[in-house]
């Protein structure tokens, strides 16, 4: 099984960002996909979540109006779309998947994608 999370990058607070996860090795459809950001020194933040079909979407208070989550079950890919980036938002970012969509602990992750917001 892979996730290959992709389309970080350096840009400027208020600057978008549209991130992807493609899932391989399993039937995607089977799998929620959540987002999660670490920074060095803090714990491993939850970002958002969506569900096999992207009925249910969940995020973050820190994200809520900002980032969109979205999926190509087609493609087996995931999106992280991020508007009005800020310079908080500096992160590794990983995706994971789980057939469970409350899942506290994630069957497989990718290793992640480097997003920095300068001010």
């Known amino acids: 099984v892979q996730l290959q999370a992709s389309g970080g990058g350096l840009v400027r607070s208020g600057d978008s960002l549209r991130l992807s996860c493609v899932v391989s090795g399993v039937k995607f459809v089977n799998y929620a996909v959540a987002w999660f950001r670490e920074t060095p020194g803090k714990e491993r933040e939850f970002v958002g979540r969506i569900y096999w079909n992207g009925a249910y979407t969940d995020y973050a208070d820190f994200v809520k109006g900002r980032f969109t989550l979205s999926r190509d079950n087609v493609k087996n890919t995931a999106y992280l779309q991020m508007n009005s980036l800020r310079p908080e938002d500096t992160a590794v970012y990983l995706c994971?998947?789980?057939?469970?969509?409350?899942?506290?602990?994630?069957?497989?992750w990718g290793q992640g994608t480097q997003v920095t917001v300068s001010s």
């Open positions: 994971a998947a789980d057939k469970d969509y409350y899942s506290s602990q994630y069957d497989w």
